[in-house]
């Protein structure tokens, strides 16, 4: 109790209580958050397991769904549904993959409500690259 009585003389003193107070909130909070930070970290470290299975719906050129998943093509750029190349791209993906067993590595990021990855079919061919080759969609930088 008499360090918090010298503590408090004067406004030297209240300056120096006001900055305890300060600290012990701080570190109240980082022990609040540090095991939601470490798990966060553990899972950014933690391998992504691939997803199988068979693509249930085509969004549009660079996004499909497997099952309940959506999956946006890492390095693909597509024109937006509704325009001509948007559609066209669109159609293309559904003849390569709509119905098709698929895998597709995530690389742990998402876009909206969309994982982000690569899929390849169960034959080996890549996705992305076969959207790339046809010229359908280009690049994304």
């Known amino acids: 109790m008499g360090y918090f009585r010298h503590l408090t003389r004067g406004a030297r003193g209240i300056r120096k209580l006001k900055a305890a107070l300060v600290w012990v909130l701080v570190l109240a909070l980082m022990s609040a958050l540090y095991p939601k930070l470490e798990r966060v970290m553990d899972s950014a470290d933690a391998a992504i397991a691939p ?3 068979r693509v249930t719906h085509v ?19 597509c024109a937006e ?4 190349a ?8 559904r003849q ?3 119905g ?7 690389d742990g ?17 890549d996705l992305d690259a076969l959207m790339l080759e046809t010229g359908v969609c280009e690049r994304f930088r």
């Open 100 to 106: 098709e067993e698929v895998i597709c590595d995530l």
């Open 86 to 93: 948007g559609d066209r791209a669109t159609a293309h993906l």
């Open 51 to 53: 997803i199988e299975g």
């Open 109 to 125: 990021r998402q876009s909206f409500d969309r994982e982000i990855g690569s899929c390849r079919l169960s034959d080996g061919r």
């Open 59 to 77: 969004r549009d050129g660079d996004t499909i769904e497997v099952g309940p998943i959506a999956i946006r093509f890492r390095t693909l750029d």
């Open 81 to 84: 549904r509704g325009t001509q």
């Open 96 to 98: 390569l993959a709509d």
